[in-house]
């Protein structure tokens, strides 16, 4: 949180002067390398985008500076979002698969009991 209690914005924008929508930096703040390579493998999977990647800007901040260079004038903000859906999609079927197999470990824990 800012000093005077207002929320600070997850994601900010920094776009050179005249630049066009399809070369953007993103500023994703509260974050880490778990998120930024995670992402960055996702968005690199799509066709339409000739450059990602993030850095880091101080190991004492919680912030990355996340780049986005795509081909054919599609915006950047498009594989970003297209990225953390595909991602969020991943993070569930790999909870929904741990789950499955935790309910029946303990299923068969119960059976052995008995």
């Known amino acids: 949180m800012a000093a005077d209690g207002v929320k600070k914005a997850a994601l900010e924008t920094v776009q050179a002067d005249g630049a066009d929508e399809g070369c953007v930096t993103f500023v994703l703040h509260d974050e ?16 339409d985008v ?11 901040e919680s912030k990355i500076n996340f780049r986005i260079q795509t081909r054919g004038g599609i915006p950047a903000t498009e594989p ?12 569930q079927h790999v909870l929904n698969t741990f789950q499955a197999r935790v309910n029946e ?10």
């Open 32 to 47: 880490d390398h778990t998120l930024g390579n995670s992402l960055r493998y996702m968005i690199m999977k799509n066709v």
């Open 50 to 60: 000739e450059f990602c990647g993030y850095t880091i800007t101080h190991p004492s």
């Open 80 to 91: 970003l979002r297209r990225g953390l859906t595909e991602l969020s999609d991943v993070c």
């Open 105 to 114: 470990f303990k299923e068969s824990q119960e059976q052995q009991m008995e």
